[in-house]
């Protein structure tokens, strides 16, 4: 009995936790900040996407192939940008492993390549290998590759878009910083596990962190990270819970040249539960110029990149499946003090650049070398409906047209102003009926002037359809607009929080 005592105390000790990537990251903070060196042949260093892509992982020699767990692991091969190799260490309850780089575990396709240029190099990241849609097909359901990104999906959803470890001074004029995962470790799952536990060492410049992700497949994937930050010098801005996405187009704002998709995005909207319990909903935008936005929220209950409508009519693509896409929705663990919600909208010309950033930037900051300790839970999911108030109504779609009055012979008149066109829905609404309308509250910023508002029963969902006009006074400034509906002092709604953005205006 004492020797099987002994055995489980030394089980215990040899543990790996959350404490001992904590431990690397103070003392590679106490460490002038060394930059990774490439170690890629021009071979590799300067190949094409296409040829990257080519290179792909053998099935039969994912990690735990063998082995009796729904759970496999497939590595990326370095090449193109990703020239730095990342550490990746098996974890069991009494031992810690490298998992050492082996060529043999790629299948390279047609590609030619010198024997020698694989010698010597490592691994760029890894993906997870779990059956979520098939009892006996292996799916990728996350993927951890470049800086601090990882994305990952739930049953029936396609990959769109990431989230990141950390983000530091993001759209500042400083420039941004974008922090890295150096080394993880990832726990070998047991035949009944349900879950996957990677943890991960952050390096950069100005800071270094350590991570614990804990992974549940099924319809929605849930991701449990932990996290503590240090800080080797200072910084005007630390981004925590990181999203990043794609917007290029929607009806609200359609493409300069026609398509046959009337949208194209990973995510539409920036919703957020703030700590008094108000929900917001803010629709994106692809700008001419970038846009910075905020929202001060003490103790914030929840915020996410979303994309609400999932019709496939919404987007029309039978090869990039936007209506498949995940919403990313954080969920903070306990208190995260007073802080901002800060949204990113960059201007680009197409869908390969992720041009969208949220996160959770806290107003007071670690002094050096003490840690920043935050949790959250990240939920992957396509049930937008959980994602709002639920007895409340919420923005289904945002439209925009040209200001317009129908005169009395019914031809309708430009008369140089905006429109606005809100659709709201939800079990707040279907109460009401049309001879009891709800109220709108609306306020508009000082660049722009509210000449109508008006509110209609939308006989097709069962929801009101609020229209403003509006005209801009100096087009080349943006507009902020907000609206909600309401019965007397009671909201009925979430609130649609808007900026019309600079130079999209015709209006004076």
Request: with cysteine.
């Amino acid at each position: 009995m004492a020797s099987i005592a002994l055995l489980l105390c030394t089980a215990q000790v040899q543990a790996f936790s959350l404490d001992d990537v904590a431990a690397k990251a103070r003392a590679l903070g106490e460490k002038n900040y060394s930059a990774p060196a490439s170690n890629l042949s021009a071979e590799f260093r300067e190949m094409p996407f296409a040829d990257y892509q080519k290179i792909q992982p053998r099935p039969e020699k994912f990690e735990w192939s063998e082995r009796d767990t729904p759970f496999k692991l497939g590595f990326y091969h370095q090449g193109m940008h990703f020239n730095t190799p990342v550490k990746i260490n098996e974890v069991t309850a009494t031992t810690v492993t490298e998992i050492k780089y082996d060529p043999e575990r790629f299948d390279f396709g047609d590609l030619k390549l010198d024997q020698q240029s694989t010698q010597n190099i490592g691994y760029a990241g890894f993906r997870v290998i779990y059956p979520i849609n098939q009892k006996n097909k292996q799916d990728e359901i996350m993927s951890m590759l470049g800086a601090s990104y990882f994305r990952v999906i739930g049953k029936g959803q396609v990959y769109g878009l990431s989230a990141r470890g950390l983000a530091i001074d993001t759209a500042l004029p400083s420039g941004e910083e974008f922090p890295y995962f150096r080394e993880f470790w990832i726990e070998r799952p047991k035949p009944q596990d349900k879950h996957l536990v990677i943890f991960a060492l952050l390096d950069s410049p100005r800071a270094t962190g350590a991570y614990r992700f804990t992974l549940r497949p099924g319809k929605n994937a849930v991701v449990d990270v932990q996290a503590r930050v240090y800080l080797r010098t200072a910084v005007d801005e630390l981004g925590l819970a990181p999203l990043t996405s794609m917007f290029l187009f929607d009806p609200k704002q359609p493409p300069r040249q026609q398509s046959f998709r009337p949208a194209l995005h990973d995510s539409n909207g920036l919703a957020i539960h703030a700590g008094n319990g108000e929900w917001l909903w803010r629709p994106l935008n692809n700008p001419k110029h970038l846009a910075v936005s905020s929202w001060q929220v003490e103790n914030p209950k929840g915020f996410g990149l979303l994309q609400r409508g999932r019709e496939f009519s919404r987007y029309e693509d039978l090869d990039d499946r936007y209506d498949l896409r995940p919403s990313a929705w954080i969920e903070p663990k306990g208190d995260w003090g007073k802080g901002r919600i800060k949204l990113v909208e960059i201007p680009t010309q197409d869908e390969t650049n992720d041009n969208i950033a949220a996160f959770w930037t806290p107003d007071k900051l670690p002094e050096q070398g003490q840690p920043l300790e935050f949790a959250y839970r990240m939920h992957w999911t396509r049930d937008e409906q959980a994602l709002h108030q639920p007895d409340n109504a919420w923005v289904a779609q945002t439209l925009r047209a040209v200001g317009e009055d129908k005169q009395a012979n019914l031809i309708r008149e430009l008369d140089d102003s905006i429109a606005l066109l809100i659709d709201f829905e939800g079990p707040a609404l279907a109460k009401l009926t049309q001879d009891t309308p709800p109220s709108s509250q609306v306020s508009v910023g000082d660049n722009a002037r509210l000449i109508a508002n008006s509110l209609r029963y939308n006989p097709a969902s069962k929801g009101w359809r609020l229209t403003l006009r509006i005209k801009v006074k100096d087009p080349a400034q943006p507009v902020e607009m907000r609206a909600a509906l309401v019965d007397g002092e009671q909201p009925l709604s979430e609130t649609w929080s808007y900026q019309l953005p600079a130079d999209t205006a015709s209006s004076r």
